[in-house]
């Protein structure tokens, strides 16, 4: 991890089409990760989020379009060599009753490994890192059960990062995790993109979260790009409106400087500024 | 890393988090081995209490052999009755023990593992069934003996486990969706083989009754030569396969993030477990239970996700002790063992549900 790639790989999805049976949730959509950057997937209940980062972690196949990883089609590609470049954590991921954190870690250097080439030194300092970068290198011979909500999500990134990949997809890194557990996530992240170079993307549910930590937002509404680009650029009233049917206020996050999206409901709206739910009104 | 040893052991300088990261994997391997160490002790604890079961089950009970006698009689001495009660009765009942544990306690720690739920055994979810109904089948409708139900077994087994599979799989296979698929399958089997037995003679019902309880009364060499000859093909290859199956074992998304081919590699477990579950009914009829047992025991034993290995050697711990214990308990009778390890399993049952529903996960 040491040792960053010179090129970071890219993954794109170009005019792809996914769904489950027939239903489509993502329909033709289009839409590159920055390499380097971490991209946040933002949108409304149902409108396809984890659906999309499911397509670009080949976990779907599409009905339509493909999904490329360094230009190539990504289902022509083995799939332990995809596993090599791109690392996934998944919604809600349940851990086998009684594993230890060494052991769930070391699962994530499955990729790496072969049939017969068993566990190497290599394998150890892989895992090593993984848990000194996630601060879970303490629990290491704890059984998973054990841990709290937060512990055990850091030893699921753990698990990835153990995969050594240049991209990272997280699918909802931050649910039923309190506040405090969520930043911690979220800051482990962030760290992993500026010490490494990973390119990462996640889907978040928390707008402002999103905007605080997103290089670039990637906003979806029925199975469609609304709107991409740099959360300063995209995050506005009218758009807010549009996509969550929300009103609201957009401030300045006065401890980040991002983004601030301040909802505007029935009740509670002692002091709405002048012209706030402008784009909503229009 | 030999000088960064030194360097790491005080707290300050810059090659500090350098050997920091290096005494931490030196940590975890020696964690590692230290796992597999006691793995390795309990594993070891487990098989020689399988021949320590295996020595009583053939030396003592209803006709007890000295050691000396026994070697004269495998050494080719001929002793009047000893010899043949431990050539032909003793030694093929306890071999048929081993094998038919193993085949059991893989299979359903296997279907355990994979479908994360440890009702998901196929005892319980109708492949051991679908195996004795097709053999009761082959017995009370066209008259088959010997060989013949023992295939009729094996292909009754296979065929409803890919009936499950494939029924299951329209619309995702959940790990509850294709345990209630299997339970229905398991009523009807149930029922067809009620109805089997109230149309067949007093004698070919006897007969029949055996496949649905499972016993080893009937140990025969070429039985014991049958299943051990699918064994050495299946056991291997489910050893083998047991690396997908602790991927499999986070959960399909995972898996797939890891390079796993999900789908094929779920099959051909599937495929495994059902042949094995299918090869030791076809030899001993469905012993209840034994599937079902063994991964929650082992898993005990280790205190985590168990080993396929671990599981089979339970397996035959299990069946060797609850056989001596049906061929003995009571003088005159041998009872067939599935009676007994039937017994054992309804309390572990009612204990994995209420154990299982509070944990809300597989245990």
């Known amino acids: 991890m040491a040792d960053t790639p010179r090129e970071p790989s890219t993954l794109e999805a170009r005019s792809i089409t996914l769904g489950y049976d027939e239903r489509k949730v ?143 997809l997280l699918d909802e890194p931050t649910t039923f995790l309190d506040v405090a557990h969520q930043i911690e996530v979220l800051d482990l992240i962030t760290d992993l993109n500026r010490g490494s170079g990973t390119t990462v993307a996640m889907v978040l549910h928390d707008l402002n979260l999103a905007a605080r930590y997103a290089h670039h937002l990637i906003v979806l509404k029925d199975g469609r790009l609304a709107a991409q680009g740099p959360p300063a650029a995209v995050v506005t009233p009218r758009l807010v409106h549009e996509v969550f049917g929300l009103r609201c206020t957009v401030i300045a996050d006065p401890v980040a400087g991002t983004p601030l999206v301040v909802p505007i409901g029935r009740h509670h709206t002692a002091s709405v500024p002048a012209g706030a739910g402008a784009g909503a009104a229009s | 890393m030999s000088a960064s040893t030194q360097a790491g052991l005080r707290p300050d300088g810059t090659a500090e988090s350098g050997s920091a990261a290096g005494s931490a994997a030196r940590a975890l391997a020696a964690g590692r081995a230290a796992r597999r160490r006691s793995r390795s002790v309990r594993a070891g604890a487990l098989a020689l209490a399988a021949v320590i079961l295996f020595a009583v089950s053939v030396l003592l009970g209803s006709y007890t052999v000295t050691v000396p006698d026994f070697f004269s009689i495998l050494g080719g001495a001929q002793i009047p009755g000893a010899s043949y009660i431990v050539l032909e009765n003793k030694l093929p009942r306890a071999l048929m023990a081993v094998l038919v544990g193993i085949g059991f306690g893989m299979a359903g720690t296997i279907f355990q593992t994979l479908l994360r739920n440890p009702l998901a055994s196929p005892d319980v979810i109708g492949i051991s069934y679908g195996a004795s109904a097709s053999a009761v089948t082959a017995i009370v409708l066209f008259g088959a003996s010997g060989a013949a139900v023992s295939f009729a077994a094996v292909a009754g087994g296979l065929g409803v486990a890919a009936a499950i599979y494939l029924t299951a799989r329209r619309g995702g296979l959940g790990g509850y969706r294709l345990i209630l698929v299997g339970i229905a399958f398991a009523a009807v089997l149930h029922a067809l083989v009620n109805f089997l037995l109230t149309r067949a003679d007093l004698r070919t019902a006897a007969e029949a ?76 009829g469905p012993v209840a239970a034994v599937a079902f047992l063994c991964g929650p ?36 009778t041998s009872l067939p063992v599935g009676v007994l390890t039937g017994a054992l399993g309804a309390p572990v049952l009612l204990w994995l549900l209420i154990s299982v529903n509070r944990s809300g996960q597989g245990g």
């Open chain 2, 209 to 284: 009754l055996v496949w649905l309880t499972g016993s080893l009364n009937s140990s025969t060499w070429d039985r014991a030569a049958l299943l051990g000859g699918a064994l050495v093909l299946l056991v291997p290859a489910a050893l083998v396969l047991s690396r997908l199956l602790q991927l499999l074992e986070l959960g399909d998304d995972a898996a797939a993030g890891l390079g796993v081919r999900v789908e094929v590699s779920r099959a051909a477990l599937i495929l495994t477990g059902a042949c094995l579950a299918a090869v030791s009914t076809a030899a001993a």
């Open chain 1, 26 to 168: 993502v329909d033709g959509l289009t839409v590159a990760l920055p390499p380097g950057r971490v991209s946040v997937i933002v949108g409304a209940n149902g409108s396809g989020k984890s659906t999309l980062l499911r397509g670009l972690a080949r976990l779907l196949k599409p009905s339509g379009g493909s999904v490329l990883l360094d230009g190539q089609d990504i289902r022509s590609l083995p799939s332990r060599a995809v596993a090599r470049t791109i690392g996934l954590l998944p919604q809600a991921p349940v851990p086998p009753g009684g594993i230890t954190v060494a052991e769930l870690v070391g699962r994530g250097r499955y990729p790496h490994q072969g049939w017969f080439r068993r566990w190497t030194p290599g394998d150890d300092a892989a895992v090593a890192e993984a848990l000194r970068v996630t601060d879970t290198l303490a629990f290491a011979d704890r059984s998973v059960d054990e841990l709290s909500g937060g512990q055990r999500q850091r030893v699921w990134i753990a698990l990835a990062l153990a995969q050594q990949t240049d991209i990272l």
């Open chain 2, 297 to 332: 025991i082992a898993r005990r034993l280790v205190g985590g996700p168990p080993s396929l290995a671990l599981a089979g050697l339970v397996g035959a711990v299990l069946v060797l002790a609850a056989d001596f214990a049906a061929a003995n308990l009571i003088p005159g």
